[in-house]
């Protein structure tokens, strides 16, 4: 077993204290990561606070997960000792049902393993990146270029593929008009793939002070959600809207903006269901989706796509003691766009 030094939290809502665990020791196909940066995901304060039901205690958060290799299975192909390398949402599936076999692994039939706040295949807890190592099965573990910032890859791993794999699906591009409703790390990173992938972005936020940053980012255009007008300037004219928000809203007003045809996408997981209003779907052939992350291969062509336009996250680094107030000020939507720990304050 290895020995880590970590961060957890021991029951929901209370603060995150340092916390010591043991690794299995790397089998064959296993790779050992020295963790230098963890992305804080709204995700780790939905399941540290157990908004969503079921979370695991002790939970060490975090899998927006990038460090440098320490150790290789004597059968792993993929990396050798001092590559970059990341780690997502999952360490495991089933690797055997129809939706693995096509490399969607996040919908396995029989469920991931998520990084953390889940139970691997041994019957023992997984513990994720707020952390200084973490030992996984080389096929869960990402390529990471060297050309890009380590610390602004991080949030990639989560923010950058959940968003990056419904643009794609939907097949957004050029021409068509795009909406991203919520600029937090996964709306920061929906409206970079967006603008790569040719489309008009409009951002929707509840924040009058990130209009700027919006735009810097790539959008082409900033609605103050709260503005009446502003909204109804916009009805029926979207082809696709990606909806990021963490905490409860209304959909319908959303929905409204779509054109004929068009599709809003959920990925934001608010501990309150939404209510579709059936109108706002039939009047023109609306549909409503979700998407969840994205399958492995799928992560690696996202992480390959970014090296090759410089695309990353815009991050504020915090020490692993800031991780607290960094949950305060996602849920009060400060956040400029993705807190990121720097594992060396660990
Ligand atoms: P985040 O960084 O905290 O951003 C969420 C943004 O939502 C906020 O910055 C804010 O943007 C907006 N918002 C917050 N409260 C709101 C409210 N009451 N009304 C309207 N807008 C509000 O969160 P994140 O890490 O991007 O995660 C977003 C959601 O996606 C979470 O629910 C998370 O669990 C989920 N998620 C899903 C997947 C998946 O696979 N589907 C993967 C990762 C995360 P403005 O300030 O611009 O309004
Ligand atoms: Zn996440």
């Known amino acids: 077993m290895i020995s880590v030094q970590g961060y957890a939290a021991l029951s929901p809502k209370a603060p995150l204290t340092p916390f010591s665990f043991e690794s299995r020791e ?48 004597a059968k792993v192909k993929k990396f050798k000792v001092g590559d970059l390398a990341g780690v997502g949402c999952m360490v495991d599936s089933c690797q055997d049902c129809s939706n693995c076999g096509e ?7 029989k469920g991931f393993v998520g990084t953390y706040n889940a139970t691997g295949k041994d019957g023992l807890p997984t513990f994720g990146g707020y952390a200084k190592s973490i030992v996984v099965d080389e096929k869960f573990t990402l390529r990471i270029s060297p050309k890009l910032d380590l610390s602004k890859v991080a949030p990639l791993l989560c923010a950058g593929i959940t968003t990056y ?6 097949k957004v591009s050029k021409g068509q008009k795009v909406g991203v409703v919520g600029l937090g790390g996964l709306g920061h990173m ?21 209009k700027q940053d919006a735009l810097r980012l790539g959008a082409h255009e900033v609605v103050l959600s709260k503005n009446e007008d502003e909204m109804t300037a916009h009805a029926g004219s979207f082809d696709f809207i990606l909806d990021t ?5 209304n959909l319908n007003d959303y929905l409204n903006l779509l054109k004929r045809d068009g599709t809003l996408v959920t990925v934001g997981v608010p501990e309150k269901a939404p209510e579709v209003e059936p109108f706002s779907l039939i009047m023109k052939r609306r549909q409503v989706g979700g998407s969840l992350i994205g399958g492995i ?10 090296a090759e336009h410089g695309i990353t996250s815009d991050v504020e680094m915090i020490p692993i003691t800031g991780v607290d107030e960094a949950y ?15 594992l060396k304050s660990l």
């Open 328 to 342: 305060e000020r996602m849920i009060r939507g400060d956040v400029k766009y993705r807190f990121v720990i720097d």
């Open 245 to 249: 928000v963490s905490a409860p809203h």
């Open 103 to 109: 490399g969607l692994e996040q919908y396995c039939e």
């Open 190 to 210: 929906g409206v970079k793939f967006a603008r790569s992938f040719g489309a008009k972005v409009v951002v929707f936020t509840t924040s009058t002070k990130k």
């Open 165 to 170: 794999s419904p643009l794609r699906h939907w």
């Open 297 to 306: 291969a799928e992560t690696q062509e996202m992480l390959d796509y970014c």
């Open 26 to 73: 790397p089998r064959d196909t296993d790779v050992v990561i020295d963790i230098a940066y963890c992305g804080v995901c709204h995700s780790d304060i939905h399941q540290v606070r157990d908004e969503w039901g079921g979370s695991q205690f002790p939970m060490v958060p975090g899998h927006e997960i990038v460090g440098k290799i320490t150790r290789v299975g």
